[in-house]
């Protein structure tokens, strides 16, 4: 009971016991490799991104254009087996200016990722993917951008095929 | 058909730290026997045992509800691990819930551990695998980008600035201050604070997080007739409610947390609250982010669509106010083990309900109090409404 | 508390050793499909909760319940994740029904074990990692000494254990969805390689890929819904010390009291003559022969000298793993209690085709989670 305990357990320690030897400390990595099968949705967009196109798939059922493609429709859980070549431009859904990395390191260029609303797929169907060629403090929700991909010969089929999303002036 | 009734008869939590010296396994077992002694029962008398824990990657072991099993006292018993990322600290007492209502068992202990500092050289660094292996996890994302995003869809679709924002992590810090294992409770910090903490993905800055930590939380769960026999202060668990939406989480308003919403519904529901506003008198929301306890609010249906900042700004959410939220600290305040922090927010229920929250203690007798997680690609909701 | 719980639905995919031409939603996608027709089920519409086993290092993803819902048709609907075997899913669904609150649950197991390229270095970070892993052992010593010490207290022999695996592979050829039918000869099985010995690499399961969907509904919603319900009559799971250093190795005490557990549920007095069949696990070999005594079917140190007299054949008194068992239709990982307890739904339906019991109405499912877990379940369901 919260007001008759005096001490709670639990010892906090701090990084310099630990790197002082103070307290003792197993350091190992493990080894887990994968890889993954991509299957017939995933597969198509790889595909698709490597020859500089992005696909959605489209649900009769639903009338509804998804991005990224799937073999299901999770509203209809009907099959889904039509891909539709999508506009390599949008509409930033929302968007962050990251100065950390994925693994903490603090950066002094902010990382730009976005959601972005693929035109060609449904209302607030988008992808995650990055901003580039804009000052980060001219970036704003609702602003149109396209993709800037990698040239097709290092292309390989995946979401890094495109570098970024930069600025588009104009209308799908 | 009418349900079984099952309270949450006692607790036991240990210190939020940065960094434990104790193990996952010990760290369980800390908060298990305290949860035990304070209501006068040993593991003789414990029939199942649940965990929660979130990703395996922070504590490096693979299969890490089985290493665990025994710090959490399930030697030679029924013993499960659930888990629904960082909805997890308030689903396990679900899952514990079932195993009781089902008819199953009548006692079963309930145990919530995490221990993030385990992963190096940083716990985000963990998050890097939440996302689509194929799709995403190339664009090399943190754990800050998705609650950034959110956030800043949030602020535009509603007009709501980081101020407003901001007074949530200095209610929750200053609550914090009477938690006895919290970690970073603070008397008197200020707006201007939290606004002038670093930049870590703008619209976040460092004070609108909740911090990363190690520590468990236990609570003990009973059938009515076992209940009655070893407490005359059960705490009922009235109704429980949780939702997954897709995963496909760039293919949806991320405004508005519908699964949130609900969760809610199907809790309300199952305790027959019609009126939520006027018929809930605590509410522990989950605030890993200061924005994340204003949506939720809005999800729970306690607050208009973009209207719960105002509810802060009024006073209303204060631990004395109209709707004391988060009167524990939160997570902002006390901590952020990801899957002990939503069995916290239990626990707290549980002392405030029985008038045992000490310096915390909510005035006016509460009778009724919501608590909500958290989590997955910002998709799923948990929900318990627990009455006296 | 509601009456009965039965499964009402089944579906599957895979089984096979690599399946690349899907994805792992897609696998799941079909077994469900299946699963809901056979049911007569929609999913967004009538099921109301769902239920995934699965660990995250099996899959690569962190909090692997992200990604469940879709392919499931769960999407905003009441959905979470459980660690275990599918065993402890299906008790899961079971205990969901039985509150009262829901009617028809769902449940998904899979592996997609093929794409997982350093199984061995996973599974050593199961191992204690400051006392154990840093012996740099592969985890299936865990399954060599657990043999060893319950051959010498049980006085089994390997050529018994290799019985098990002539019985279980033979068995295999006729089932369509076992990849590692085999006729082999005892002989063939102990001149394989030694994997941790006494353990042979051919008393080993090898992995395979598969998902496995099935729906779950109390009594009222069965009778409306099936001809063919399967109920369940008992639900156990148990665990045993997760350390090696205090755990009891010739036993396994958690299949004990999980059996204990679900015996005392259906009313179950004498095992052997109340239950027809069972599917056990037998990840290894020798682990058919110590589950069977541990749920009470033969006295210590009786299941080799039985299976050595065929009793555990499919045409014997007391048939085991008429499926092929896991060293028949591969080792499924978090999925493996669910191919059991299909097993035994298609045979008390009466739809096990070549391999069909006859007179039976009582069967067991048993599985256990694998090395270096201490940790099992069991099933009991009628026709
Ligand atoms: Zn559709």
Known sequence: MSDKISTYPGTSLSEKEIRDGKVLSIQDQMPGKFSWDTGIAIGKYLAGLKDGVIFGSYCATCRRTVVPPRTICEWCFQPMDRYIPLEDTGIVNTFSLCYVTWDVRRIKEPETPAVIEIDGASSLHGIMHKLGEVEPQEIKIGMRVKAVWKSAEMRQGAITDILYFKPHEGSH | ?388 | ?383
């Open chain 2, 1 to 388: 058909m009418s349900m079984r009734k099952v309270a949450v008869v006692g607790a036991g939590m240990t210190k939020f730290v940065r960094r434990a010296l104790e193990t996952g396994k010990e760290l369980s077992w800390q908060a298990s026997s305290m949860a035990l002694q304070s209501c006068e029962m040993t593991m003789d008398d414990v029939e199942a045992v649940c965990l929660g824990t979130a990703p395996d990657a922070f504590d490096g072991v693979h299969m890490n509800g089985e290493y665990l099993s025994d710090g959490a006292g399930a030697w030679r018993k029924p013993y499960m691990r659930s888990y629904v990322g960082g909805g997890t600290g308030v689903f396990v007492p679900i899952q514990g819930w079932y195993h009781v209502a089902s008819g199953l068992f009548d006692v079963v202990l309930v145990v919530a551990e995490e221990k993030m500092s385990s992963y190096y050289p940083h716990a985000q660094g963990a998050f890097l695998t939440i996302f689509d292996h194929t799709t995403e996890r190339a664009l090399k994302p943190n754990l800050l980008w998705i609650f950034a995003l959110e956030m800043n869809r949030y602020m535009q679709t509603y007009g709501i600035s980081k101020e407003d924002i901001a007074q949530v992590a200095v209610k929750n810090k200053r609550n914090a201050a009477d938690h006895p294992s919290a970690l970073l409770g603070d008397p008197n910090i200020t707006v201007e604070d939290v606004l002038n903490s670093e930049v870590l993905a703008w619209p976040v800055n460092r004070l609108d997080v909740s911090p990363v930590s190690d520590g468990a939380v236990a609570i003990v769960l009973a059938a009515e007739h076992v209940a009655k026999r070893i407490t005359d202060k059960p705490v009922w668990i009235e109704g429980v409610g949780w939702n997954l939406d897709t995963a496909y989480w760039t293919n949806r308003d991320l405004a508005y947390p519908r699964y949130v919403e609900y969760a809610a519904r199907m809790a309300y529901d199952m305790a027959g609250i019609k009126e939520p506003r006027k018929q809930i008198n605590i509410v522990e929301p989950y605030d890993p982010f200061d924005y994340k306890e204003l949506h939720h609010m809005e999800g729970l249906l306690l607050a208009d669509r973009g209207e719960a900042p105002q509810m802060v700004a009024d006073g209303v959410t204060q631990r004395d106010g109209d709707m004391p939220v988060c009167p524990s600290g939160g997570l902002l305040g006390v901590g952020n083990p990801i899957a002990a922090a939503g069995l916290m927010k239990i626990a707290e229920l549980f002392w405030q309900l029985r008038g045992e929250a000490g310096n915390r203690q909510v005035p006016g007798q509460p009778t009724r109090g919501l608590a909500q997680a958290w989590g997955d690609l910002m998709q799923v909701g948990t929900v318990v409404i627990m009455g006296r």
């Open chain 3, 1 to 383: 508390m509601s009456d009965r719980v039965a499964i009402i639905g089944i579906g599957w995919s895979g089984f096979r050793p690599v399946t690349p031409e899907y994805s792992y939603k897609e696998l799941m996608y079909e077994a469900a499909r299946r699963a809901y027709s056979d049911a007569g089920v929609d999913p967004r519409r009538d099921i109301e909760s769902f239920v995934t086993v699965a660990e995250d290092f099996h899959e690569g993803t962190s909090i692997f319940d992200e990604y469940t819902p879709d392919q499931l048709g769960a999407v905003l609907k009441p959905m979470h994740t459980i660690t275990g075997d599918g065993l402890h899913g299906l008790a899961t669904a079971y205990m969901l029904i039985k509150t009262g609150q829901f009617s028809l649950v769902a449940v998904e197991g899979h592996s997609k074990a093929s794409n997982l390229l350093t199984p061995d270095g996973v599974t050593a970070y199961a191992q204690d990692p400051v006392l154990n892993r840093p012996l740099r052992m592969n985890t299936h010593f865990v399954g060599g000494m657990e043999m060893n010490r319950y051959l010498y207290e049980s006085g089994s022999t390997q050529e018994q254990c290799a019985q098990v695996v002539v019985k279980n592979r033979s068995n295999a050829l006729e089932n369509p969805s076992a990849p590692f039918g085999a006729d082999l000869s005892v002989e063939d099985i102990l001149s394989g390689p030694p994997l941790s010995w006494p353990l042979g690499v051919r008393e080993t399961a090898e992995h395979a890929d598969g998902a496995i969907v099935m729906v779950l509904a109390s009594e009222e919603k069965a009778k409306v819904l099936s001809e063919t319900p399967v109920w369940i009559l008992g639900a156990g799971w148990s665990n045993d010390s997760p350390g090696l250093e205090n755990r009891d190795w010739s036993s396994a005490n958690y299949t004990k009291n999980a059996a204990k557990m679900a015996y005392r549920q259906a009313g179950i007095y004498h095992p052997y003559q109340t239950i027809d069949f069972a599917e056990v696990s037998d990840i290894y070999a020798y682990k058919e022969l110590q589950s069977l005594e541990e749920l009470g079917f033969f006295q210590f140190g009786e299941a080799g000298l039985v299976t050595e007299e065929g009793l555990t054949h499919k045409d014997g008194d007391f048939p085991v793993n008429v499926s092929g068992g896991c060293l028949g239709m591969g080792n499924l990982l978090d999925a493996n209690g669910l191919a059991r307890a299909l097993e035994i739904v298609l045979q008390l339906r009466g739809t096990a085709g070549p391999r069909q019991l006859e007179g039976i109405n009582v069967g067991l499912a048993h599985s256990w989670r694998g090395v270096p877990t201490a940790s099992g379940a069991v099933m009991i369901m009628s026709n």
